[in-house]
């Protein structure tokens, strides 16, 4: 099954990635804007930086088990919700308009508001400073919710895999709460 969608984004019709949504949450993974490879396939993060993503969740055990379906199915199963800030594809966060990120933030805003999800996880930090503002870091953004959802910054894909594995070891302590 494709999660591949028309939809119309700021006046425009593109082809995009529909927001997929548990029905009861346990998190909501907020990227910047849909990969055109992923957009190709139809389902979430299916280029090399995305893939990091799967990798990530799985050794923390968030995710388990092989599959012959995608990750994004198997993810929504165990109760991960998926959005971006931009639903425009593009090959870099680069070419997203300023505008597009403040047109994007109101929109995800009222999506989190209506599904509540408890805890909103950003892939990269710059979804997150669409969203946010200036931050000081990934991890957990103590004092910052959005909709009432506690919010997780993933460690860049660069990030020295020491200091992933503490990071997403805290995410997925809280998340088995």
Partial sequence: MTHRITMEWMGTSIDTLADLWPGTPLAVIVGVNPAP???????????????????????????????????????????????DVVKRPTRSANDVSPTEREYGAAVLLEKLGTRRPPVVIFTFKDAARAMLGPMPGYGWQPGTNLAGADVFVMPGPYEARARVDESIASLAERLRR
Wanted: with cysteine.
């Fill in 37 to 83: 490879t992923s957009v190709e396939a139809g389902h979430y993060y299916q280029g090399q930086l995305g893939q990091r993503l799967w990798q990530r969740l799985r050794r923390c055990e968030l995710m388990t088990g092989g599959s012959d379906r995608y990750e994004d199915d198997v993810a929504v199963a165990a109760g991960f919700g998926f959005t």
